[in-house]
């Protein structure tokens, strides 16, 4: 059931914006964490009455619609037919028309994740209001694992968003599920507060962020909270699985922490698309 439209055009129609949000979501990754950081350097440096940084004045404004995507390695403007989704790169063959340097396959790959997702959302959905606030939250999940893998930041301007639409999804097409998605909110963010400052008196160290709190919380808001113990393990388990494997393939990253966001995000896809066959499972396993 594909509401009015059938399924042989909301399907391309769904890959489609898909491709198109994340071409933006690659806009998103690269620019936001730097102008959060501008402006907390700003707002800090206000409310110390400090005055303002030499030459902050004359700096360029970013922001995420100007300046035009550049490229790179010679920061020449990527002409709009460049820019196409997926197809932009390879007519480049992955390089800059000016200078001929390669460009980060990254690019396509996002691009193609934002399609998949809203297909995979359309396809067992159905194209309506309701897959596209969940079309929504999965784009804004790639986009706070993408950053957290980059910056080990979760932006409150994405995560606290992402916490209103699930109860917002909630109020407009499961009504039933209010009750369960708001003590699935608070539960989600209590019980990895409760963990951070467990962790912190027994080691001394910081295990998560603050961030991974508020991501929990909205993950918490989508599914509600008969869904966190699940959404725990998944993540944990995809955690240790990714952890092991990078360190024995990666000598040079042994040690080193990884932030835990991105696998609460891929929890966060695999229970909004498939959590309900998969609950059935959990629950069967635990009865047995």
């Known amino acids: 059931m594909y509401s009015d439209i059938p399924a042989v055009i909301a399907l391309p129609l769904a890959a489609l914006l898909g491709l198109v949000i994340g071409s933006f979501i690659n806009v998103v990754v690269a620019r936001l964490p730097g102008m959060l950081m501008l ?51 390879l007519k480049r063959r992955g390089r800059c028309a000016h200078c001929h340097q390669p460009i980060s396959v990254q690019y396509p790959l996002i691009e193609l994740a934002g399609g998949a997702m809203v297909l995979a ?95 929990l919380a909205a993950l918490g808001a989508w599914t509600g909270w008969e869904m966190l113990p699940l959404l725990l393990i998944l993540s944990a388990g995809v955690g240790a699985v990714v952890g092991i494997v990078v360190q024995l393939a990666i000598p040079r990253l042994r040690g080193m922490p990884l932030p835990f966001g991105p696998f609460l995000a891929m929890a966060g896809w695999i229970t909004l698309l498939f959590g309900g066959y998969l609950m059935g499972i959990y629950q069967a396993i635990m009865l047995f």
């Open 121 to 215: 959302v359309v396809a067992i959905n159905g194209f309506d209001a309701a897959s596209l606030l969940l079309s929504a939250a999965c784009l804004i999940l790639l986009t706070l694992a993408l950053i957290d893998l980059r910056t080990q930041l979760l932006p409150d301007i994405l995560t606290l968003p992402l916490l209103w639409l699930g109860l917002l999804y909630q109020l407009a097409f499961q009504p039933w599920m209010l009750e369960s998605a708001v003590i699935g909110a608070v539960a989600g963010y209590l019980v990895l507060w409760c963990f951070y400052w467990l962790f912190k008196l027994v080691t001394g160290k910081e295990g998560m962020g603050y961030g991974d709190f508020k991501l």
């Open 39 to 89: 402006q907390w350097r700003a707002e800090a440096r206000e409310a110390l009455a400090l005055p303002e940084e030499s030459g902050a004045s004359a700096l360029p404004r970013i922001n995420l619609v100007t300046p035009r995507s550049r490229c790179p390695q010679c920061g020449t403007p990527i002409a709009w037919h460049d820019n196409i989704p997926v197809l932009g790169y």
